[in-house]
């Protein structure tokens, strides 16, 4: 169901499900809410901000679609916006201005993406058995207790809930757009380990955006029908960690694009954040194809949980697939988030030079986010 199609599709049927937008007064904020309103997979969507969401979400509920809007402004009401959520985007955070690198965001989105964050892990944790006694600390413990007292959830009898037995995680799967996506990843991802309810299935950087318009730059140059067209990107978000793969892309126009030509689209897709920037002129990066790209993948996480199989997107996520340990390749999305991370198939030699040039930058950006995470305890 890719583009708009699913937006006109029918919901009967389908489970009812909580999305939560951490942002939502923004430029990306508020397409990507009216995007979530008009999805089939959404039934509850909460729009927070620290300010401003009253009114987003009045707006946006007198649409005649399935779900029903909630606003939720300041800090205090956070975790009730994010109580039962299945999906949490956070778009929140200051975009770039024309001269700046997305790392020139870090000193004030890092600080927004670990508390938002912090504010997941304490409010939509769920209570699962460990397999092993891993996580199994004082935290993941009284998260159980504190979920227990407060959800009234009803005890599994099957599982064995002694202490070293159970396992707190965080349930909802988190998209995380906010910039530096390299680096507020890996803040994510520490900040819940920090609180024991880390799962690597549930944190996932969007990179989507650099899918769609690898997408729209390929079809575009080699004159193919672009809603056919599927380009793999892989790496980071960010510069030359963007590494879109001409070589799978589906059609093969082989026969149309020589090597200048996939550079020149490989440099565009890299540098499609700055195009948009500097066409801006100080009034911000991208917001309305954010909010589409960034939809379609808040749709597959849905379509994942509900259990459509063959889910596959390209998502920045913890991975092995490089010594890096965040990577952005193709990933299946099931019933966990995470399902499966696939690897990077074959390489042009153009490409794994490209591969080669990102892993410094990428493994710096990454380190520079656990550090962050861990300093301000
Ligand atoms: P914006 O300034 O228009 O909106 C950001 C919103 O975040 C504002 O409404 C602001 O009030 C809110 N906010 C700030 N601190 C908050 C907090 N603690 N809790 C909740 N909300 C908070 O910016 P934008 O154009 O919407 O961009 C947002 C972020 O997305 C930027 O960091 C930008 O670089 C990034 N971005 C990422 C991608 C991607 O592909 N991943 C693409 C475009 C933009
Ligand atoms: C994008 O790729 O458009 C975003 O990451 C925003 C930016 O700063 O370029």
């Known amino acids: 169901a890719s583009g708009l199609r699913a937006y006109a599709s029918a919901s009967g049927g389908l489970p009812p499900r909580k999305v939560a937008v951490l942002g939502a007064a923004g430029g990306i ?12 997979y959404v039934s509850e969507l909460a729009l927070y901000d620290i300010a401003g969401t009253p009114g987003v979400a009045a707006d ?12 939720y402004a300041g800090e205090d009401q956070l975790g009730e916006a994010l109580k039962g959520a299945d999906v949490v985007i956070i778009p929140a955070g200051v975009p770039r201005k024309p001269g700046m690198t997305r790392d020139d965001l870090f000193k004030i989105n890092a600080g927004i993406v670990k508390a938002l964050v912090e504010a997941c892990g304490k409010h939509c944790p769920k209570v699962r058995a460990a397999s092993s006694q891993a996580g199994t600390d004082a935290c993941s ?9 407060t959800e009234s959830l009803p005890c599994n009898t099957q ?8 396992m707190a995680v965080v349930q909802a799967l988190l998209n995380i757009i906010s910039n530096p996506v390299n680096s507020t990843v890996p803040i994510a991802a520490e900040t819940l380990k920090r609180l024991g309810v880390y799962d690597e299935k549930r944190v996932l950087g969007v990179t989507t955006l650099d899918v769609v318009r690898a997408k729209t730059f390929y079809a575009e140059k080699a004159g193919l029908d672009v809603s056919k067209v599927d380009v793999p990107v892989v790496g980071g978000h960010a510069g030359v960690t963007i590494l879109p793969l001409f070589s799978q892309a589906v ?49 597959a996480c849905l379509r994942g949980l509900n259990g459509d199989p063959d889910v596959v997107e390209c998502t920045y996520v913890a991975s092995t697939i490089t ?28 490409e794994a030079e490209g591969l080669k040039a990102l892993m410094p ?3 710096q950006s990454i380190q520079k986010g656990e550090d962050f995470a861990l300093e301000k305890q």
């Open 141 to 149: 413990w009284r998260l159980f207790v504190e979920v227990q007292v």
């Open 60 to 71: 946006v509920s007198h649409i005649n679609s399935k779900a029903a809007v909630k606003g």
């Open 251 to 299: 059609p093969n126009a082989a026969n149309k694009l020589n090597d200048a030509d996939i550079d020149a689209l490989t440099k565009r897709t890299q540098d499609g954040g700055t195009e948009v920037v500097q066409a801006k002129a100080g009034k911000g990066s991208a917001t309305l194809s954010m909010a589409y790209a960034g939809a379609l993948f808040a749709d």
């Open 29 to 40: 904020g508020q397409p990507l809410s009216l995007l979530m309103k008009l999805s089939p």
């Open 159 to 166: 599982a064995d809930w002694s202490l070293p037995s159970l």
């Open 323 to 350: 010594d890096a340990p965040f990577f952005s390749s193709k990933v299946k999305l099931g019933k966990n988030g995470v399902e499966q991370i696939f690897g990077l198939g074959e390489l042009s030699a153009y």
């Open 361 to 363: 930058e990428l493994r």
